[in-house]
């Protein structure tokens, strides 16, 4: 059992005893010889998870993204993408140091979208001057927003964009679960108007480690490629695979707890004075609030009392100095919610 109760994220669940089991117990091969029988089997049913062809292994949502944009784009290409996505703000500038591919941002939306028109306008027309437009990146769930998720509808409006102008699609799914869950449809549902999409194994699903690029099969034998280009080519990975398959047979379906225990955190934070929540924006598995200028505690004070008194991590979201994201997972049950609130009304009082 893990001892602490982490809301700093969801990438910080640790896999669960049935994952260690498995991942003890797990077949193994050569991956880089396509020999391993468990990555075989977590390759194909994420694909079939999210009704496309083929899937592949990656370390990490990063390695994911970016093996997906070098695929789509050459040197000089450029993405449309949201000013707060991901790919943009946190993966280190990756597409651009090392695929010399132009990042053009759009503003995000609180409801985690892009304005259909300031994408349209985005796409860049056939001129000398210009680089060529080649790929529109969606984010699904929006995790800067407060983890929004995005519809169907919307992402096929964002597709016909595309087709229009012979654009790819792709889809950081980081969290494409939890999309599904909140909006009550399938993840192949949101998914399929996108020629590709990487979701994670690791956060909410809880496996150790580990993405899943899914697209048509002559995609993903490309991505393959490139994946090798960047170091990611891995062998007797079966043994990580295995927690893989773990998460994504056994650890889907339990998401709405996720839900409903952030729920139940925002809706108790919200009646405790010095802490504004807006209820209205905890759609999925994040729980946005501010500490108030009245709190009898700075930010700092409640921060590293919550850690020292409660053994409870929460942190202010990145760049904000009163605004915390609280993230439930896998470790964060109904008891340690409600242990939370205690602990932060005693703080507050
Ligand atoms: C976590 C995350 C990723 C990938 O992050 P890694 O830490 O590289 O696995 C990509 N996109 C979004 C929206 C994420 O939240």
Redesign the pocket.
Known sequence: MVDTIDFRSD?VSHPTPKMREAMYNAAVGDDVYDEDPTVHALEAESAALCGKEAGLFVS???QG?LVSVLVHCGRGDEVILGDKA?TFVYEAGGIAALGGVIPHTVPVHPDGTLALDDIRRAVRGNNIHFPRTKLIAL?NTQ?TVGGMPVSAEYTRAVAEIAREHKLKLHI?G??IFNAAAALGVSAKDLVADADSMTF?L??GLCAPVG?IIVGDRAFIDEARRVRKILGGGMRQVGVIAAAGLVAIREMIGRIPEDHANARTLAQGLSTIPHIHVDLSRVKTNFVMFDLLDSAPVTPDEFVARLQREHNILMRPYPGFKRTFRAVTHYWITPERIEQTLGAVQELLA
Do not use: L, Q
């Open positions: 990438t990490s949502g990063t993204n991901h984010e995790g950081d980081a969290r994670c690791s956060k993405s």
